[in-house]
């Protein structure tokens, strides 16, 4: 019987190498290598599709990263320690005052000071009703409070008004005094902590804040000033009536002229130096015009009485106003923006729309 050939055989035969020698050694060569070049061009194709993939996916998580961030601090308002880090890292806007960017970190930072103290000092629930109303209440105050200090941080750099390192920590020594004498340093820090949540940093942005709007206050009021010299000119007149000097100066609402009496105070009373100021007279006597470091308006005193502890004394107070109105004209003209929702609530008899 005739055999019969297997033609994959006489094929694997047929592709068999030939011999090499020193006549055919470059031609095995070219081979060789020809066949090495069907797996590098491949290669390197996929090579530049991995770094367009690997960019692509870049960019897809970071957009992904940006809307979660904006979605957690602007429309959910998370105001957890995490995104509160995030926003004293990366200045990202809560609002703005005519042109003056409001930082979401600053609010953040009296926000949770105040839902801290709340829940620490004050025991409230704050899952509770009257806790999430207070809450809501807190934001409209914080938001107010940023949005002031933004402004007065403006009109500061267009006035040249400028806080030093040193002015604020001789507010805070100052403060270390208390009426049951002199506290350290460790431990106004750690009560800081304890009743505020804030760290010594923190603390020092707020006292920078309200030094900061302290002096754009007395600077730009000249309405005050003039009743100030009016003032002076009556106690020269009249004498120190000072229930009848408030009258004579008069006013309306929030800068009518008050005239009042202290009652006995500490002399470390947290009253912006007037308690100070008093100790330092004699009975009956009338300070000059004092400007308190609450910031809140000009006052002059008479000493009516001191003991070895305390003090009390008559004052009649001329209020500033004027960085007030500005703020009120801004809302009024639309040139306030919020980029947050805050809802309205009233608590206590108090709106969350004032100042």
């Known amino acids: 019987m005739k055999k019969l050939r297997l033609k994959r055989r006489d094929k694997a035969a047929k592709q068999a190498p030939a011999r090499i020698t020193n006549e055919t050694v470059a031609e095995h060569r070219e081979r060789i290598l020809a066949g090495g070049r069907r797996f590098k061009y491949p290669m390197q194709y996929a090579k530049h ?60 930072m009296y926000y949770n000071s105040s839902a801290h103290y709340l829940q620490r000092s004050e025991q409230l629930n704050l899952g509770s009703e009257d806790g999430k109303r207070q809450l809501d209440y807190v934001k409209r105050k914080s938001m107010n409070t940023v949005t002031a200090d933004a402004y007065a941080a403006k009109l500061a750099r267009e006035l040249g008004i400028t806080i030093t390192s040193d002015r604020i920590d ?11 004498g002199r506290i350290s340093q460790e431990t106004y820090d750690a009560s800081a902590l304890n009743v505020l949540g804030w760290s010594p940093d923190e603390y020092r942005q707020d006292v920078k804040a309200k030094l900061t709007r302290q002096d754009v206050s007395y600077s730009i009021d000249t309405d005050a ?39 006995l105070v500490p002399f470390a009373n947290r009253d912006g130096g007037l308690s100070a100021a008093a100790v330092k007279l ?10 308190t470091t609450t910031g809140d308006g000009y006052y002059f005193i008479r000493l009516l009485e001191k003991t070895d502890t305390q003090v009390s004394y008559a004052y009649v107070k001329i209020p500033l106003t004027e960085f007030s109105k500005r703020l009120a004209a801004l809302k009024k003209d639309d040139k ?7 809802p309205e609530v009233q608590v206590q008899g108090i709106t969350n729309d004032q100042p």
């Open 49 to 108: 599709r991995l770094v367009f993939n690997t960019i692509l996916v870049t960019i897809v998580a970071l957009l992904l990263v940006v809307l979660m961030g904006w979605w957690q601090l602007y429309i959910v308002q998370n105001t957890s320690t995490f995104f509160y880090r995030v926003t004293r890292v990366l200045p990202l806007p809560v609002a703005s005052v005519d042109g003056e960017t409001v930082r979401y970190g600053d609010y953040l």
């Open 170 to 180: 001789k507010v805070i020594n100052e403060d270390r005094d208390t009426a049951n």
């Open 225 to 263: 000033k003039q009743k100030v010299d009016k003032v002076i000119g009556l106690l020269q007149t009249s004498g120190p009536d000072f229930d009848k000097i408030a009258a004579e100066i008069g006013g309306e609402g929030d800068g009518k002229a008050i005239s009042g009496i202290s009652g």
């Open 282 to 291: 004699n009975k009956d006597e009338v300070s000059g015009v004092i400007k």
């Open 336 to 342: 306030i923006k919020e980029y947050i929702q805050i």
